[in-house]
């Protein structure tokens, strides 16, 4: 009978009786570098694998909480970069849509998945300014336009705008140029005949 006490005795000090400890340091400590090394290579898919497992350990700590979140966006905005260079556009926003669905609280792949549905529109978008055929219609174009990629403004598209918006200028000139009617010629009063001598 004292066997039998003592051996589970053994068993219950063995397995910690059920309770939570937390993980060896240097199984913690070989994580963190993994975890490191993973962000310094770019591999934030492994990276946010990681991380996930240091939060676990330790999710109390925010520094760690923060790290995981820009790794776990990192790993969907990657290769939703990828589609968008090999001009994948709606493959990239499945992408994102997937990330989104997967982390819900993640803000920045929502706010990127909204930037690349504003991409998907750009072609047309920019195609209506092009095919603008008179100033009215030109400038609710442009104002579709840059109300529509308002989050992907660059410089280069900044001065895009900028000049379409000269171009809008001119042709409202030559419209009203055409379009003027010539003022009538004012004949001048017919004098009276001199009289007579």
């Known amino acids: 009978m004292l066997t039998i006490a003592a051996v589970l005795c053994l068993a219950g000090g063995v397995t910690g009786c059920g309770k939570a400890h937390p993980a060896p340091p240097v199984e913690r400590n070989s994580l963190i570098l993994r975890f490191f090394n993973s962000m310094t ?17 330790d999710n109390a700590n925010d520094y760690i909480i923060k790290l995981v979140t820009i ?10 970069q990828g589609e968008i260079n090999a001009g994948n556009i709606d493959k990239a926003l499945e992408i994102l849509n997937e990330g989104v669905k997967t982390y819900p609280g993640n803000r920045d792949l929502s706010r990127q998945r909204g930037r690349v549905r504003q991409l998907r529109n750009a072609k047309m978008l920019l195609n209506e300014m092009k095919e603008a055929k008179n100033s009215a219609a030109m400038s609710a174009a442009l104002t579709a336009a840059s109300t529509g990629l308002s989050a992907n403004m660059t410089p280069k598209l900044q001065a ?11 042709t409202a000139r030559e419209e009203a140029a055409r379009t003027a009617t010539p003022e009538p010629t004012v004949n001048p009063a017919a004098t009276p005949p001199a009289p007579e001598k």
């Open 41 to 57: 290579t770019a591999d934030a898919a492994a990276a946010s694998e990681q991380g996930e497992k240091l939060r676990q350990m």
């Open 71 to 80: 790794q776990q966006s990192n790993a969907y905005l990657q290769r939703a």
């Open 160 to 170: 895009y705008f900028n000049s379409y918006k000269l171009k809008i200028d001119e």
